[in-house]
């Protein structure tokens, strides 16, 4: 039993020195140590998408592949779009027709001058009163009609816009710039292939800036200030990142009595990688303060 006891410990020993940073670590990295064990977090990308098909159909073109960078408002997929075309076409040529109007136009024209023709008529004795009024009521009708037809006419270009945006949905561009992580083969996003909404196509990520996450004791966090620049140590990165401050959580975490905080970190030529550990080098972890300047 003895044994045994010892043989847990000395492996607990050792699961604990080989998970545990080294101070050569720490020296490799450029840290002091204190600040290396503790007060960690990872960087994040600042935006992320899971792109997914908006609509049922055939996916015809990935203009971007695993690994590529794009630009804000570049395409990065097409949905076959040959019947939506063609429904935008009609559309248009409705709401450009004039037709349904100047039939109506004429109907009016017509109905008022068999009114005042009844009236005319009315004057010698020739036309009757239930003349009259059929051919009032057939005006009325006849302006009602014309009324109608101006009405369907911004109906038929409401319906064109309707259908424009609708084209839209067969392709799907980039709402900011950034890295394609991968493209959803698995799921069945190839070329060529049938779709149906919500089917994930494509996982972007935005990584200039990144986003820094770490939790800190209250103690630092009141000595913190938003919109501030600090100094992070991130992964084996030798040279500290300069990162800004942009949040401070209102809530403590009850469990660890630590406060997120988020920094921006910028990186413009992608050389610092998402998920990589970071530090707030400003900290001492013996005291558990913000180092003084």
């Known amino acids: 039993m003895c044994s045994t006891r010892m043989l847990a410990l000395l492996l607990l020993v050792t699961c604990g020195t080989l998970c545990m940073p080294t101070y050569a670590q ?50 990065l997929v097409s949905m076959d779009a040959s019947i939506q075309v063609l429904a935008v076409e009609v559309a248009r040529l409705q709401s450009e027709s004039n037709a349904e109007i100047d039939a109506a136009e004429a109907r009016v024209i017509e109905a008022q001058a068999e009114l005042d023709s009844q009236n005319e008529l009315a004057k010698t004795g020739s036309a009757t009163p239930r003349e009259i009024r059929q051919a009032e009521a057939r005006l009325v009708v006849a302006k009602a009609d014309r009324q109608l ?21 067969y392709t799907f561009k980039a709402p900011f710039g950034g890295q394609v992580v991968a493209v959803a083969t698995a799921e069945g996003a190839e070329e060529g292939a049938a779709l149906r909404q919500n089917d994930p196509i494509m996982h972007l990520v935005q990584i200039d800036p990144l986003i820094a996450r770490i939790s800190l004791p209250e103690q630092v966090v009141d000595q913190l200030k938003v919109g501030s620049i600090y100094p992070l140590g991130v992964g084996r990165r030798t040279k500290p990142a300069q990162a800004k401050l942009t949040h401070i959580a209102s809530v ?37 303060e913000l180092a003084k300047q």
């Open 252 to 288: 403590v975490d009850r469990g660890s009595q630590l406060i997120e905080v988020v920094f921006e970190i910028p990186n413009r030529d992608s050389l610092i990688r998402s998920g990589v550990r970071c530090r707030l080098l400003d900290v001492d972890a013996s005291s558990g």
């Open 149 to 169: 037809a101006s009405e369907n006419k911004r109906l038929a270009a409401k319906q064109y816009e309707i259908e424009q945006e609708r084209l839209e949905l």
């Open 26 to 75: 720490a020296q490799d990295e450029g840290l002091a140590p204190s600040s290396y064990q503790r007060y960690q977090g990872f960087t994040h990308p600042s935006r992320e998408l899971m792109v997914e098909s908006y609509i049922d159909g055939m996916l015809e073109t990935l203009h971007v592949k695993e690994g590529d960078r794009f630009a804000k408002g570049q395409v």
